[in-house]
């Protein structure tokens, strides 16, 4: 019997429902690509009991066992990764377009110590970020405590950007798609035209793009991302999220669309004299109103994201950005 939903999208290519508990995405799709004697499994879940049993019962249906499985890693995060520690052992290979988790580490304890002050300036009480010392710190409000980085150091095949990977007769060209994480890849295969797209292009849920560092420019990085995978020849997109979908090109030029339409709104808003984080961020038109009555976490997010359209829009010398102790101000370049 099925362990939860699944279906064979090519031969040989199976996509596995992984339950993702209390969370709005519900599931991510974990692909497994059964070759002869090797099963390729490109991402894993939560490090939780439901998502670890999920993918159990799925090699069990299939017959094969964790000494045949090899890893892949679109991304960092961890709905993608955190499973790892439950399963990981000694001796399984993990494949990622990175080095080792000891980056991503760094990367989240390095942001947490930059945007731990300025959200404490901006929300008025203590907070603290996974990764950053306060989120050790009991009196604080913890932030964002599911993106937490592996707890195991398995080492890691780094794949870069043009490395072919094979599995299952397939020939895989791996595509860095950096943006919605620094680590992000796609698999790409020409002769399927086929793409294993992790979350970088879903088929109805737009990517989140933040950034809490005014020298990284994410949002730019995911753009570029887009442009690229508009370049190939795809019939279809296995997300990371959602239902495998076809329109792929129609998708891309509407996430193109999409941020070209908030980029001009926030350059509006600047204009118009909002200079703070909170204040642009307050007044762009998300999908629910009345910001200030937001929970925390949501806050959060929608600051991370808000600073990614502003530094684009400053690397593009459209707005210029002060920083005086804890306390960001943007203004508008285009009278300057």
């Known amino acids: 019997m099925n362990p939860q939903p699944i279906e064979e999208i090519r031969p040989r290519i199976w996509r596995v429902q992984v339950p993702l508990p209390d969370n709005p995405l519900r599931f991510l799709n974990s692909y497994f690509i059964l070759g002869d004697d090797k099963t390729t499994i490109v991402d894993v879940g939560f490090d939780n009991q439901e998502c670890s049993d999920t993918l159990d019962a799925a090699l069990a249906y299939f017959g094969r066992s964790w000494d045949t499985v090899e890893v892949i890693l679109t991304h960092s995060h961890p709905d993608h990764t955190g499973c790892l520690d439950r399963l990981w052992t000694p001796g399984m290979t993990i494949h990622a377009n990175m080095h080792s988790f000891q980056e991503v580490s760094d990367n989240l304890a390095m942001e947490a110590e930059i945007i731990e002050p300025v959200l404490e300036h901006i929300v008025g009480e ?6 950053g010392s306060g989120g050790r710190d009991g009196s604080r409000t913890v932030l964002t405590s599911e993106l937490l980085p592996l707890k195991k150091r398995p080492n890691f095949h780094f794949l870069d950007d043009g490395d072919e990977f094979e599995a299952a007769g397939y020939t895989f060209r791996v595509v860095a798609t950096p943006g919605h994480d620094n680590w992000h890849i796609c698999l790409y295969e020409p002769t399927a035209r086929l793409l294993i797209a992790g979350d970088t292009v879903l088929e109805r849920i737009t990517p989140t793009v933040s950034t809490w560092l005014t020298s990284r420019d994410n949002l730019g990085d995911f753009l570029s991302s887009l442009h690229k995978l508009g370049n190939l020849d795809i019939d279809l997109a296995l997300a990371g999220h959602g239902e495998p979908f076809e329109q792929v090109h129609e998708r891309l030029a509407f996430l193109l669309n999409h941020h070209a339409q908030r980029l ?5 808003l600047v ?3 909002y200079s703070t984080l909170a204040d642009i961020a307050r007044n762009c038109a998300w999908k629910h109103a009345n910001w200030d009555a937001w929970s925390l976490q949501q806050k959060y997010f929608s600051l991370g994201e808000t600073l990614a ?4 829009l400053m690397q593009n010398e459209h707005v210029a950005c002060t920083i005086c102790g804890n306390d960001m101000r943007f203004t508008s370049m285009a009278h300057s």
């Open 271 to 273: 204009a118009e004299g």
């Open 264 to 268: 001009e709104e926030i350059d509006g």
């Open 309 to 312: 359209h502003l530094v684009h």
């Open 126 to 131: 203590k907070v603290g970020l996974a990764g």
